[in-house]
């Protein structure tokens, strides 16, 4: 991996992918830096008043907030193109709003309406536009859709379609095993996928030093192979351009990036939570680092827009939140015998695939050699740095108990401070023949067995030794056991002396057990 | 025509598939170089290259994920469980992410799961089991599983064109063991359709899978008895056949479920409900079953052979059946 810092914008040092150097260019124009700001306090408005919602008991189920992660929403969503898939997860309202889902979808399925998107059948952001926005929707257990999104990319790749996918996890979310095998996918296959680790402190009320033994989330990308970033999450113009270098570089067939997002969850885990274990100064750490706040002073300073601008744009997202919001709550319910459908496509959704290659090629594939192409031996390989201009004595020591751990022959340890890797018939490993499939006693042994099923009435032979298996004497219990119950079980509340209950309609004495079963005497159907 | 084991007929109706509609695709633990644990899978690489045939590491969230994925955008893969056990380690992406896409989402996910199932081969307990019922118990799947080489790429082919998620079971006892010979022609056996396999008038006995050969030796051995059972095969566990199950009781007016599952929640309870709720005036006798031991899997042959379901054990449970 080729290991660069980048500068940080914000005191925070990204270390991880080289960027492209036309990334740092990669310029936007004044409206698309606008709508950076739009879309962020687009995200905070609709959750503002879903938080008033919720207060007025109009909000169905729960209420999970971004506030103050919206930059990242937001600015990773932005470096996307059309046709690029997204996965975005519950904090991702912002994700959403700037593929261009219109915020009545988001009140609506809060609300439960029938106008919604599921039409009801599921809450919150869970929900999906699989043929027009290429979004696809979140379940509550986190990381299933990492390998979702690996899928997507690879299946694209197959189609031919240069697509990128992407999805967002947070810091609690990466602890899952779907997050590992999905990511492991994706890096095994060179998937164009993105992953955004979403570090927001905070798994509910279990912080991040509570749930994993790495201090930076993209560190875990090493282990799989694929570039790891670090970016400052509440810089909506360090995620962008970050996301952008790694969204093209997925395009391109750089393979897979997981870019971890430092932010904070500013509100608890859910609407009910107060977050009370939260320390009050690390709030405030963060509210000094508000993302909107921040990007309107940069929009200020660099002359992006004036204090009219700013009015209009919020004059716009105003309007728009209660106008949504009035037709979400003036939505109806949906009809209760919604419920039994839709289990299955019953032909209700035409499925084809969206090829951008020439099909025929396909067709005539064929002459695959089947056998594996091995990248080497498996040799050990000490890494030192190649740059390094010689083996300091404290690297050997390092390399040496390294060594030591893998129990290295003399010779191999003698080879590694000049870095000389043992080849492959030095090191390689000799495997015993015998009692395989081969051994002609195994095999005679195997074929002298009559196992068969079938209940044919074949027996087991049954080793009988000729004495008991066991020296120890036969149990023999001699004295039955006769300890009396001396305390009297109390009888059920209703048998009791005094007890009101009154026998319900089926308890009449006359109503005995019947027979449930009387067989016809002609055979015919029917119970007498 | 020469006569193909059910593992053939598996084979071809992958081959065929994925000749058909570039859009099929496999994905699974050692599927391409080596072919499949039981080769199932032998030549589809040489065949379709290494795009649609896709050798996986050993993560069976990543692959069952990948494979919905890959279905979003139209594709329909074909997801092999090296063992159909191993399906408990992907259980949240099976029930809870593919089969509730599309009733909460409108999301299809054309994809089959398929594996190598049950008992009979002394595969131990993590080799042998049939978790087909925590899938029936899940809304959104549909789970298949056939008892002879016709069935099996025929109902295959259904499930690869089949809009909605599929298990497919295959049972591995029956996999080397049956042969039969198959049209030429392309075909097709509809998923949710029980067949009557042998008539008779007395009693029915249902079942699948590798019991049905099982139950119809046993049929066999109660007709020289004076016992004529009618042996039906359920094929398919969900959706279930109620149609066929239900004409078959009304005519015979006893009922025997036989399956090698498990007893407790096992298929034979869900039955025998609903015969109780739209048939309970046609029975002459209660409902029995035989159905293996409510333990795990046992390796030892004589162990598994008391586990499993015998032909013994159903000869006597319809014998006494019938002179209820």
């Known amino acids: 991996m080729n290991e660069v810092l980048i500068e940080g914008r914000n005191g925070v040092t990204a270390v991880g992918a080289e960027v492209p150097s036309n990334a740092r260019a990669e310029g936007l124009t004044k409206d698309q830096q606008l709508n950076l700001y739009y879309?962020?306090?687009?995200?905070?408005?609709?959750?503002?008043?879903?938080?008033?919602?919720?207060?007025?008991?109009?909000?169905?189920?729960?209420?999970?907030?971004?506030?103050?992660?919206?930059?990242?929403?937001?600015?990773?969503?932005s470096a996307l193109s059309?046709?690029?898939?997204?996965?975005?997860?519950?904090?991702?309202?912002?994700?959403l709003l700037t593929r261009g889902v219109p915020p009545?979808?988001?009140?609506?399925?809060?609300?439960?309406?029938?106008?919604?998107?599921?039409?009801?059948?599921?809450?919150?952001?869970?929900?999906?536009?699989?043929?027009?926005?290429?979004?696809?929707?979140?379940?509550?257990?986190?990381?299933?859709?990492?390998?979702?999104?690996?899928?997507?990319?690879?299946?694209?790749?197959?189609?031919?379609?240069?697509?990128?996918?992407?999805?967002w996890i947070g810091d609690g979310g990466s602890s899952t095993g779907a997050f590992h095998e999905g990511l492991m996918f994706a890096a095994m296959h060179h998937a164009p996928m993105v992953l955004i680790v979403e570090n927001n402190q905070w798994a509910y009320s279990t912080p991040v030093n509570r749930q994993t033994g790495v201090r930076d989330l993209a560190d875990r990308a090493q282990g799989y192979g694929i570039e790891g970033v670090i970016v400052d999450g509440n810089d909506i113009r360090e995620v962008y351009r970050v996301t952008k270098a790694?969204?093209?570089?997925?395009?391109?067939?750089?393979?897979?990036?997981?870019?971890?997002?430092?932010?904070?969850?500013?509100?608890?885990?859910?609407?009910?939570?107060?977050?009370?274990?939260?320390?009050?100064?690390?709030?405030?750490?963060?509210?000094?680092?508000?993302?909107?706040?921040?990007?309107?002073?940069?929009?200020?300073?660099?002359?992006?827009?004036?204090?009219?601008?700013?009015?209009?744009?919020?004059?716009?997202?105003?309007?728009?939140?209660?106008?949504?919001?009035?037709?979400?709550?003036?939505?109806?319910f949906p009809p209760p015998g919604l419920a039994e459908e839709g289990v299955y496509c019953d032909g209700c959704h035409t499925i084809e695939a969206e090829w951008k290659r020439d099909k025929g090629q396909l067709a005539l594939a064929g002459g695959y050699p089947a056998?594996?192409?091995?990248?080497?031996?498996?040799?050990?390989?000490?890494?030192?740095?190649?740059?390094?201009?010689?083996?300091?004595?404290?690297?050997?020591?390092?390399?040496?108990?390294?060594?030591?751990?893998?129990?290295l022959s003399e010779e191999m340890m003698a080879a590694v401070p000049n870095g000389k890797v043992p080849t492959a018939e030095e090191t390689a490993l000799r495997v015993?023949?015998?009692?395989?499939?081969?051994?002609?006693?195994?095999?005679?042994?195997?074929?002298?067995?009559?196992?068969?099923?079938?209940?044919?009435?074949?027996?087991?032979?049954?080793?009988?030794?000729?004495?008991?298996?066991?020296?120890?004497?036969?149990?023999?219990?001699?004295?039955?056991?006769?300890?009396?119950?001396?305390?009297?079980?109390?009888?059920?509340?209703?048998?009791?002396?005094?007890?009101?209950?009154?026998?319900?309609?089926?308890?009449?004495?006359?109503?005995?057990?019947r027979k449930n079963f009387v067989k016809h005497p002609a055979g015919k159907p029917g119970r007498t | 025509?020469?006569?193909?084991?059910?593992?053939?007929?598996?084979?071809?109706?992958?081959?065929?598939?994925?000749?058909?509609?570039?859009?099929?695709?496999?994905?699974?633990?050692?599927?391409?170089?080596?072919?499949?644990?039981?080769?199932?899978?032998?030549?589809?690489?040489?065949?379709?290259?290494?795009?649609?045939?896709?050798?996986?590491?050993?993560?069976?969230t990543g692959i069952v994920g990948a494979a919905c994925g890959m279905s979003f955008l139209g594709l329909r893969p074909v997801v092999e469980m090296q063992f159909i056990d191993f399906i408990a380690c992907c259980f949240n992406q099976v029930t809870n992410f593919v089969a509730k896409s599309h009733y909460l989402w409108g999301a299809p996910v054309p994809m089959v799961i398929r594996g190598p199932s049950g008992g009979g081969v002394h595969g131990g307990p993590f080799h042998s089991a049939n978790p087909e019922m925590y899938f029936v118990h899940t809304p959104g799947l549909k789970v298949v599983y056939p008892s002879t080489a016709y069935d099996a790429k025929g109902l295959l082919k259904s499930a690869i064109r089949d809009n909605n998620p599929v298990l497919f079971f295959e049972h591995k006892y029956l996999y080397r063991?049956?042969?039969?010979?198959?049209?030429?022609?392309?075909?097709?056996?509809?998923?949710?359709?029980?067949?009557?396999?042998?008539?008779?008038?007395?009693?029915?006995?249902?079942?699948?899978?590798?019991?049905?050969?099982?139950?119809?030796?046993?049929?066999?051995?109660?007709?020289?008895?004076?016992?004529?059972?009618?042996?039906?095969?359920?094929?398919?566990?969900?959706?279930?056949?109620?149609?066929?199950?239900?004409?078959?009781?009304?005519?015979?007016?006893?009922?025997?479920?036989?399956?090698?599952?498990?007893?407790?929640?096992?298929?034979?309870?869900e039955i025998a409900a609903i015969v109780c709720e739209e048939a309970f005036d046609d029975l002459d006798a209660p409902i029995a079953r035989v159905t293996a031991l409510d333990t795990p899997v046992p390796y030892s042959p004589p162990l598994e052979e008391r586990f499993l379901p015998q032909r013994s054990d159903v000869v006597a449970a319809a014998r006494k059946l019938a002179k209820y």
């Open chain 1, 82 to 95: 059309p046709g690029d898939w997204v996965a975005p997860m519950i904090r991702n309202i912002g994700a």
């Open chain 1, 246 to 332: 790694a969204v093209d570089r997925a395009r391109s067939g750089g393979g897979p990036v997981l870019i971890e997002a430092k932010t904070m969850r500013m509100r608890g885990h859910a609407q009910h939570d107060s977050a009370d274990y939260v320390p009050k100064e690390m709030l405030a750490y963060w509210k000094e680092r508000d993302p909107l706040p921040r990007y309107e002073k940069y929009l200020t300073e660099s002359g992006l827009w004036d204090a009219r601008k700013k009015a209009e744009i919020d004059a716009r997202i105003e309007r728009l939140v209660r106008e949504d919001r009035e037709f979400a709550e003036n939505s109806p």
């Open chain 1, 432 to 513: 015993p023949f015998g009692r395989g499939p081969k051994d002609k006693a195994f095999r005679d042994e195997q074929a002298a067995k009559t196992y068969s099923r079938g209940g044919s009435g074949k027996t087991y032979h049954q080793n009988k030794p000729s004495q008991p298996p066991s020296k120890l004497p036969p149990k023999v219990f001699t004295k039955p056991f006769t300890k009396p119950f001396t305390k009297p079980f109390n009888k059920p509340v209703h048998q009791q002396q005094g007890a009101s209950f009154q026998k319900g309609p089926n308890q009449k004495p006359g109503n005995a057990p």
């Open chain 1, 371 to 407: 056998v594996h192409q091995v990248q080497d031996y498996g040799e050990i390989r000490i890494k030192v740095a190649a740059s390094a201009p010689a083996v300091t004595p404290a690297v050997a020591a390092a390399v040496t108990a390294r060594a030591e751990d893998l129990e």
């Open chain 2, 177 to 269: 063991r049956i042969k039969e010979e198959l049209p030429a022609e392309d075909y097709t056996v509809p998923i949710g359709k029980a067949i009557v396999r042998r008539e008779g008038s007395d009693l029915t006995i249902l079942t699948y899978a590798a019991l049905t050969h099982t139950v119809l030796e046993a049929a066999d051995e109660l007709a020289k008895e004076g016992i004529e059972a009618e042996v039906v095969d359920l094929r398919t566990l969900l959706p279930l056949d109620r149609e066929t199950i239900l004409t078959s009781v009304k005519k015979t007016n006893r009922l025997l479920v036989v399956h090698e599952d498990t007893r407790t929640g096992g298929i034979a309870g």
């Open chain 1, 104 to 167: 009545r979808d988001i009140f609506t399925q809060h609300m439960a309406r029938y106008t919604s998107p599921t039409k009801g059948k599921d809450g919150t952001s869970h929900f999906g536009d699989l043929k027009g926005r290429h979004i696809v929707s979140p379940i509550s257990m986190l990381g299933d859709l990492i390998p979702v999104m690996a899928g997507v990319g690879i299946g694209a790749r197959y189609l031919g379609q240069k697509i990128v996918t992407m999805t």
């Open chain 1, 39 to 77: 879309f962020m306090k687009l995200n905070r408005e609709v959750e503002a008043a879903m938080e008033r919602l919720f207060k007025q008991n109009k909000i169905v189920g729960g209420l999970y907030a971004s506030l103050g992660q919206e930059a990242i929403s937001v600015g990773t969503a």
């Open chain 2, 1 to 60: 025509m020469a006569q193909v084991t059910m593992l053939e007929a598996i084979r071809q109706a992958m081959f065929e598939e994925m000749e058909r509609d570039p859009a099929v695709v496999a994905v699974g633990e050692d599927i391409g170089v080596y072919g499949g644990a039981f080769k199932v899978t032998e030549g589809l690489l040489a065949k379709f290259g290494p795009e649609r045939v896709m050798d996986a590491p050993i993560a069976e």
